[in-house]
């Protein structure tokens, strides 16, 4: 709304034009400032609104030139040119409070201002004396211009400030006030830093993804700092270019071996921060709970899953159990009744042994055994003396061989097979030990009856045997039938538990013997279930019998060796 003004005193204020609300669009030409205001928008793409900000950024830096105040320094007129490097380049110019954030157009007027006032021929003007050429301090305020207005030159000097603190708090020094201690040494080696937005330290009440954020910034860290200011040759000064390059090499070398001392200063910083840091051992109490937590929460579950297993293998159990049961009584069952019809067996099998003995004719039958008997021993004592006869003629034929005699030679050739070491030796000696007779047979009486036993029919042979295994069952306490008792039902079958055991029943022993070791639990029942045909009782005989045999026969072999070599 366009407001007029009021009427003086005495005058009267008329409208005589109604004045229209319709509004027009018109075009305008900026022209002048304001030309050169819309060309900046236009190539910066930016509206007006932004070009008010640059101008008031810009007004506020002059004004903040003109608020600048320079503090003098006391040392500027004892300075050294020749020594320009290890001067306070900010304090020279009178920026010492402002260092490292002022800029360029405070830099610039500061040196105006310090040539203003230090210029030689303003000094000279006002009688001061003026030392000649590069020697007056003058030269210490360019220096300081040269190096701060060119941004790599005081990018390096910043590099090494020498104000700047280059300490790393201890860990003892941070034990009660951590953050008073650490978080203005974070703030002050935060200008280093290549990125923005450098993460704050924080408080107690931060959360774990702030300080998990700010440590990983830190051990991460990625600095501009460098030391190409502290170089001690300058390449420039080289007369060559071999020079150069060597002065280039070790200014180099120099820097990286500076830049790792920086990092590892950082590092222990970030360490003995992190090492201090009341916020992460919280952190970790609260992690170290919640795995206990979920430590017990999985021990539950695991402990019910368990139980719900046991129980089930309980249940599995218990049916097992009736289901074996019920199937032990089913074979009790059938083992009752099977048990009851082979007593109805044997009874019936007993009534026939008694009719078959009441109807045999007992005398006849002994009368016939003992007429066997008689003709067996007619046809042995025959057998004999034709072996004496053919054997006569040597010292040998004196000596009778008994029916004992005969029995041991047969057995002591079988046990010393051909191919024992001084054979019929060692079977003359184990003849000489085992016999009763008390005859002293050679080995040339022992090879002579051999022969003559070998030309035997076979019916005198099966005598010998025979009277062989009378003698066994007589030593192994088997009592002999008489001729005229009633057969009984034990002896019916005498010859069923003195069977010879076969080639084949012998290997099966041997192998069951060498595959049940001695410490086997039920060894000799193993045993004898792997030689069909042969019991328990059967086996254990079997196995003293070939003990005692190759007992013998280590003894007859060891007196032989020993006959030998007395004889030598």
Known sequence: MLLLPSAADGQGTAISHA?????????????GRWFEAFVKRRNRNTSASFQELEDKK?????????????????????????????????????LGHVRYKATQRQIKAAHKAMVLKHHPDKRKAAGEPIKEGDNDYFTCITKAYEMLSDPVKRRAFNSVDPTFDNSVPSKSEAKDNFFEVFSPVFERNSRWSNKKNVPKLG?????????????????????????????????EKAECRDERRWIEKQNRATRAQRKKEEMNRIRTLVDN?????????????????KKEAEKKAKAEAKRK??????????????????????????????????????????????????????????????????????EAEARMRQASKNAEKSTGGGGSSSKNWSEDDLQLLIKAVNLFPAGTNSRWEVIANYMNIHSSSGVKRTAKDVIGKAKSLQKLDPHQKDDINRKAFDKFKKEHGVVPQADNATPSERFENPCTDFTPWTTEEQKLLEQALKTYPVNTPERWEKIAEAVPGRTKKDCMKRY????????????????????????K
């Open 273 to 289: 921060a992190y090492s201090c840091d009341p916020r992460i051992k919280k952190f970790k109490e609260e992690e170290k709970a």
């Open 544 to 567: 003293k019998e070939l003990v005692e045999m190759v007992k013998a026969k280590k003894a007859a072999q060891e007196q032989v060796m020993n006959a030998s070599r007395a004889r």
């Open 19 to 31: 004045l229209t609300s319709a509004s027009a669009l018109c075009r305008v030409e900026p022209v």
């Open 203 to 235: 408080d107690m009440n931060s959360s774990f993804e702030d300080v998990d954020a700010f440590y990983s910034f830190w051990y991460n860290f990625d600095s501009w700092r460098e030391f190409s200011y502290l170089d001690e040759e300058e390449k």
């Open 58 to 94: 810009e007004l506020s830096e002059e004004s903040e030139d003109e608020e600048l105040q320079l503090e003098e320094f006391p040392m500027l007129k004892t300075l050294d040119p020749k020594d320009w490097k290890n001067q306070d380049h900010y304090a020279v110019l009178g």
């Open 305 to 374: 899953e368990q139980e719900t297993k046991e129980k089930q293998r309980q249940a599995e159990l218990e049916a097992a159990r009736l289901a074996k049961e019920k199937e032990d009584e089913e074979v009790r069952q059938q083992a009752l009744l099977a048990k009851r019809e082979k007593d109805i067996q044997k009874k019936a099998i007993k009534k026939e042994r008694q009719k078959l003995r009441n109807s045999c004719k007992i005398e006849e039958i002994n009368e016939q055994i003992r007429k066997e008997k008689e």
